[in-house]
């Protein structure tokens, strides 16, 4: 299973762009908010987490192999999610996926039927399964939000996802743990592991502690 690419970006299309690997040129799906950020680094070398299914009817013998990418892993792990839910499944996923990944966690957070069924191929009552089944699974997602600030830290992902999972099996609640997280990442300092973002996490504490009269 390929789960990773790194070439030179030849071409992108309305749902597709096209890696130059080597020897080999490959075709790549990509949803509208990953297409958004591509189609300015044209000819520059890319990194892809991608998402290997086969395509077709397996009664009619005949099944075409298809890559999905994603600009980083977290977004993999929310779309293999949200393909998950009764009525969705990976062309429907990719289709609804034209907003960037935090702000449909956020949707499916905040319970907000409403913004998800207004996304492609989504309608009410699938809006309230996908509400229904990923409620307490996305918060980590909605974090996302702190990378893509221009005032927050160096941060991978997994440190963020892993802090958050930290101050959760700590006794702070989802609302509780996602404002320490972001309180700390506005710093912009570099945080390289999980134990330091929760020294940072914490040294904020003590010192909205110490300001407090």
């Known amino acids: 299973m390929i789960t990773k690419i790194k070439g030179q970006l030849l071409s992108v299309g309305e749902d597709s762009l096209t890696l130059d690997v ?11 908010f990953a297409r958004r950020q591509l189609q300015s680094k044209l000819d520059a070398e890319i990194s892809l987490h991608t998402v290997h299914y086969l395509e077709g009817n397996p009664m009619q013998g005949k099944l ?5 990418g994603f600009l980083n892993e977290a977004e993999r792990e929310f779309f ?8 969705v499944g990976v062309k429907k996923a990719l289709r609804a996926m ?16 409403k913004s998800l069924s207004g996304l492609p191929g989504i309608g009410p009552a ?12 996305v918060p980590k997602f909605a974090l996302l939000a702190a990378l893509d600030d221009s005032r927050t830290a160096a941060i991978e992902p997994d440190v963020m996802s892993e802090g958050f999972s930290v101050l959760l099996s700590l006794g702070h609640s989802e609302k509780e743990a996602r404002r320490l997280v972001d309180a700390a990442l506005e ?6 592991d999980v134990q330091s973002l929760l020294q940072a996490v914490y040294e904020q504490g003590r010192g909205s502690d110490s300001a407090t009269p």
Not at 80 to 87: E, P, R, T
Request: charged share 35%; with cysteine.
């Open 22 to 32: 080597g020897a080999y040129e490959y075709q790549i799906a990509i949803p509208e």
């Open 64 to 68: 075409t192999p298809r890559l999905i």
């Open 80 to 87: 293999d999610l949200f393909c998950s839910v009764d009525g």
């Open 98 to 113: 034209v907003r960037p990944v935090r702000e449909v966690a956020t949707a499916i957070e905040e319970q907000d039927v």
């Open 126 to 137: 699938t809006a309230e399964r996908i509400v229904a089944k990923l409620r307490r699974k």
């Open 187 to 192: 710093k912009k300092q570099n945080f390289k």
